[in-house]
């Protein structure tokens, strides 16, 4: 779902800036802030650097991971986004795959330094930031994401879950 504080209008701006075209930003899914993004992006004369998939398949969303080099969460840190943890990062990070997300406390928290996560101000910097990466820095977040997501299974996950249950009734 693409909402108006995903941080996405701030990243197609700046890649109107931005003169290596073969920087490209994909666009999976819909929502209240789509057509205005793909507003944005033909009067930025961009279409051919902004692909949007519109909503897909939930069986495709591995294959359009896939086909990413760096997975985005450019979102606001406001009150929707400050403490919640999207499922989608730990999709990103399962198919090794750096990602670049705005500072927000909760993924701070849950996923921390080591994750495979660098970290930004404001959705502005998403292409500052990944003009930063060089190919041994990819590589290395990688790795980190494949060590930080080794120990995530639905097992795990309900067990840690059960555990908190007790020790609230406890």
């Known amino acids: ?15 109107s800036e931005e003169s290596d ?4 930003l994909l666009v999976v899914g819909e929502g209240d802030y789509f057509h205005e993004l793909q507003d944005l992006t033909r009067g930025l004369n961009l279409q051919d650097r902004v692909i949007f998939t519109g909503w897909r398949p939930y069986d495709e969303i ?10 985005l969460l450019p979102a606001y840190n406001n009150n929707v986004m400050r403490d919640i943890v999207p ?22 928290k849950e996923f921390g330094y080591d994750s ?8 502005e910097d998403v292409i500052s ?5 060089s190919d041994s820095k990819i590589l290395d977040l990688k790795k980190d994401a494949m ?16 555990n908190l249950i007790k020790s609230v009734r406890a």
């Open 1 to 15: 779902w693409i909402y108006e504080f995903s941080g996405l209008k701030e990243v197609i701006v700046s890649l």
């Open 21 to 24: 075209v073969r920087l490209k």
């Open 62 to 71: 591995p294959h359009l991971i896939a086909s990413a080099d760096v997975c």
């Open 87 to 108: 499922i989608k990062l730990y999709e990103y990070l399962a198919m090794a795959k750096p990602v670049i997300c705005t500072r927000l406390p909760g993924v701070m």
């Open 116 to 123: 495979g996560i660098t970290y930004i101000d404001k959705p």
């Open 129 to 133: 930031c990944i003009k930063q990466l």
């Open 147 to 162: 060590t930080f997501i080794k120990d995530y299974n639905w097992d795990s996950i309900v067990s840690e879950f059960e």
